[in-house]
Every structure is written in C-alpha cells, then in structure tokens.
C-alpha cells in the first residue's frame, strides 16, 4: 500500500513563497504520474498539477504559471515549488497518485496523506 507524507508547509505573506515535498513509498512512485492537490476550508480537494515518470507536466489554472511540479524517482519524492501565494491559496495540500495524466483525472482512491497546511496572510 503506497503511504504519502507531506511535508514543508507553513504560514507565509502573499507574494512569498513555498517549496512542498511529498516523500511516497512503494515502487508504484518510479512508475506512476503524480500530483499535487489542494483542499480548502468547506472546498471540494482539487487537482492543480500532474507529473509522469518522465517528467512531463501539466497544471490546472489555478497552478499555472505560479506553481512548478518536479519529480525526484531515486528519492520517492514529490516536489511543488509555489510562487507569488496569494490568500486564496491558503489551504491543506497533498500529494497522491493521478488516475488519468492526459485528462487530468484526480486520484480517486481511499489512500491519502495528512497533508501539510498552507496559510497565505499578512
């Protein structure tokens, strides 16, 4: 069973930034695409950003521009490097498998990490 820990979240001012780290066990991480999603207080989980086994990226609108996905397969780690934070990113993120990397289909499965928070304010 693949187990997920989040880690480097915290409260920053808006337009600093965050680098998230996601350690996963299991060889599926050397195989499978990977993202990052957010949940915000009384907000449905999202998808923001998918990442294959080689690398290939792809962001949602809200990730876009702002937010960088990198992979390390000889750590099991996920990386999510946020730029220009803004209050409305202020939310738990977390990282776990992506179901479909072309269609960016979310990850529906019941495994899923703590998260790590992150809170956007002045």
């Known amino acids: 069973q693949v187990q997920l820990v989040e880690s480097g979240g915290g409260l920053v001012q808006p337009g600093g930034s965050l680098r998230l780290s996601c350690t996963v066990s299991?060889?599926?991480?050397?195989?499978?695409?990977m993202g990052w999603y957010r949940q915000a207080l009384g907000k449905q989980r999202e998808l923001l950003a998918a990442i294959t086994n080689v690398a290939r990226t792809k962001y949602t609108d809200s990730a876009k521009g702002r937010f960088t996905i990198s992979r390390d397969n000889a750590k099991n780690t996920l990386y999510l490097q946020m730029n220009s934070l803004k209050p409305e990113d202020t939310a738990v993120y977390y990282c776990?498998?992506?179901?479909?990397?072309?269609?960016?289909?979310?990850?529906?499965?019941?495994?899923w990490g703590q998260g790590t928070q992150v809170t956007v304010s002045s």
């Open positions: 299991g060889r599926i991480f050397s195989i499978a695409p």
């Open positions: 776990n498998l992506v179901d479909d990397f072309t269609n960016m289909a979310p990850f529906n499965g019941p495994t």
